[in-house]
């Protein structure tokens, strides 16, 4: 079974700050995939990345960047100079692979991190 | 295409009652999930389709609950003598199977309190 943990329930932070956001998953399957989504107050998950098992680049994208670490079974992910429309909650989650080019099936989620930045 | 869109946003009902939630999914998405989500918890599968057949249903699909997506493309919901316990918010998501590590959209959801 596959299984999500974000042991950081509630992280605050002042403006400017770094933040790392930890994610530990478990899972039998050697082909997988991970995301990171957003869930802002108004509600509506927003995709943030993805990434598959076979590729343990970590990636950058502006204030964000993420460290996906097999041997440890995790995907972190820290925002750089945190802003106040940062505060939200943070979900990691993972997907099986069903085949070598599809793109998983079921999301399971970890329990979500809620961030808060303070101006 | 503005996205998965979802209707009602909300839905308040006696318990009892049954009750029916839409999702319009992206349109050239072939797969539609849902998901329940409870206060301070992350999103659970339910159920999911590829087109018109369902693939995959959770062991939290009661059989009160039924899904269907009669022409592959929008979907509903369906719970029948709902439960307070069912208070909760229903996600929709779709995605584009067959395409390496397609993520999936989400609608806003359907918040559904049941008194």
């Known amino acids: 079974a596959q299984k999500v943990t974000q042991a950081q329930t509630e992280i605050s932070v002042v403006e400017k700050e770094d933040v790392t956001l930890d994610c530990v998953y478990e899972?039998?399957?050697?082909?997988?995939?991970l995301f990171w989504y957003k869930q802002p107050p108004s509600g509506e998950l927003v995709f943030l990345i993805r990434?598959?098992?076979?590729?343990?680049q970590n990636e950058i994208s502006g204030r964000y960047s993420w460290n996906f670490q097999k041997s440890t079974s995790s995907f972190n992910f820290t925002i750089t100079a945190s802003q106040v429309v940062d505060s939200a909650v943070y979900f990691c989650a993972l997907s099986e692979a069903e085949g070598l080019e599809t793109s998983g099936s079921r999301l399971t989620f970890g329990e979500g991190t809620q961030l808060t930045v303070n101006p | 295409d503005t996205g998965v869109s979802q209707n009602p946003r909300h839905k308040i009902t006696k318990r009892g009652q049954n009750v029916t939630f839409r999702c319009d999914p992206i349109?050239?998405?072939?797969?539609l999930y849902w998901y329940r989500q409870t206060l301070g918890q992350g999103p659970e599968f339910l159920t999911y389709?590829?087109?018109?057949?369902?693939?995959?249903k959770s062991r939290l699909l009661s059989d009160r609950f039924s899904a269907e997506r009669p022409k592959g493309s929008f979907s509903t919901l369906e719970i029948q003598r709902t439960e307070q316990g069912d208070s909760a918010m229903y996600l929709c998501a779709s995605s584009l199977y067959g395409l390496a590590g397609s993520e999936q959209f989400f609608g806003p959801g359907t918040r559904l309190t049941v008194l």
């Open positions: 389709f590829q087109n018109e057949a369902q693939l995959e």
């Open positions: 899972t039998r399957d050697t082909t997988y995939y």
């Open positions: 990434r598959n098992s076979f590729d343990e």
């Open positions: 349109s050239e998405h072939n797969r």
